[in-house]
């Protein structure tokens, strides 16, 4: 099961990921695909987890957290790029933009300069089956020829090069036979009974006292709840490893919560350097100092 129809970035990850005697089958909705797998009515499903432009895809995230029967098994990534479609044979003036809410953002400066009004679809494939005379869809290249539709620009995206990791994902009763013995990585969901000082400092502690590195960290507030977090880290090793092991006992006898969201062999870093222009504007290191620094860090005095 992929988030579609056909077209969509997930269902060419999704022929990347699942074996190649398995039936594709297009839902409209990410959270179809996890209740799908769930059910047991589909043994694989393939969803978006992060966007090396925007970040994790939140609401793929949040449904795999709240699953009670859904692991990521295996990752795949793909490079991620826009092209502008309107129906064929389409006249006048487009005054609206669709696609997927993650796509649209990634075109921002092709939708502010054209002033066009975004207007979110359930995936960028959909957008551009669905584009209407006055609409310009945001779609992966190979729409072009699944559907009626002209292309009119190419490689909309404001940054080239982007990329996006899916997650191959199945029922937690599998996950034990299927993960792959080569398995390197981990997501974890820690969410602590005992909030306070010191929390995330001596979460990350006990993966650092171990010798795990921990490659990503994400907070997702428990619903309703202010200030109360799930901790979701991605780590360089599998939970069957004896350090990870013993970093998940030390955070259990702390009284917290865990949960394995994934394990699976890493296939690359979203980003394998980070080039300058990247960094946040204002940004200050070792190698500035006085004024420089204090205007950064609001070092200086502040008055109202």
Not at 13 to 18: F, G, I, P
Not at 110 to 131: E, H, Q, W, Y
Request: aromatic share 6%; net charge negative; proline share 6%.
């Amino acid at each position: 099961m992929y988030l579609g129809p056909e077209g969509t970035f997930t269902h060419d990850a999704a022929r990347a990921a699942v074996p190649p005697n398995v039936r594709l089958a297009p839902l409209d909705d990410v959270r179809a695909v996890y209740a799908a797998v769930e059910r047991g009515d589909a043994r694989w499903g393939v969803v978006a987890i992060e966007s090396s432009v925007e970040g994790y895809v939140i609401p793929s995230l949040d449904a795999l957290v709240a699953a009670r029967n859904v692991v990521a098994v295996a990752e795949v990534f793909r490079e991620i790029s826009f092209d502008a479609f309107v129906p064929a044979g389409a006249l006048g003036q487009a005054t609206h933009v669709v696609g997927h809410p993650v796509g649209l953002a990634q075109c921002a400066d092709f939708i502010a300069t054209r002033g066009l009004k975004a207007v979110p679809a359930a995936s960028n494939a959909a957008a551009c089956r669905d584009v209407q005379p006055h609409e310009i869809a945001l779609a992966p290249a190979v729409c072009g020829e699944l559907y009626p539709v002209t292309r009119i620009a190419s490689g909309v995206e404001d940054f080239s090069g982007a990329r996006t990791r899916f997650f191959l994902i199945t029922q937690r009763s599998r996950g034990v036979s299927v993960v792959d013995s080569r398995a390197d990585a981990s997501m974890i969901a820690i969410t602590p009974r005992a909030t306070g000082p010191g929390v995330l400092a001596r979460i990350a502690q006990a993966f650092g006292d171990h010798g795990i590195n921990m490659s990503s960290l994400i907070t997702r507030p428990l619903k309703a709840l202010s200030g109360k977090y799930t901790f979701i880290v991605t780590v360089d090793a599998p939970t069957c490893a004896p350090a990870m092991q013993a970093v998940l006992h030390d955070l259990m006898d702390h009284d917290d919560a865990l949960k394995t969201l994934g394990v699976y062999v890493r296939s690359g870093q979203l980003d394998q350097g980070i080039d300058e222009s990247r960094i946040a504007p204002g940004s200050v290191g070792r190698e500035d100092s006085g004024d420089v620094v204090d205007h950064a860090l609001l070092w200086g005095g502040v008055g109202l």
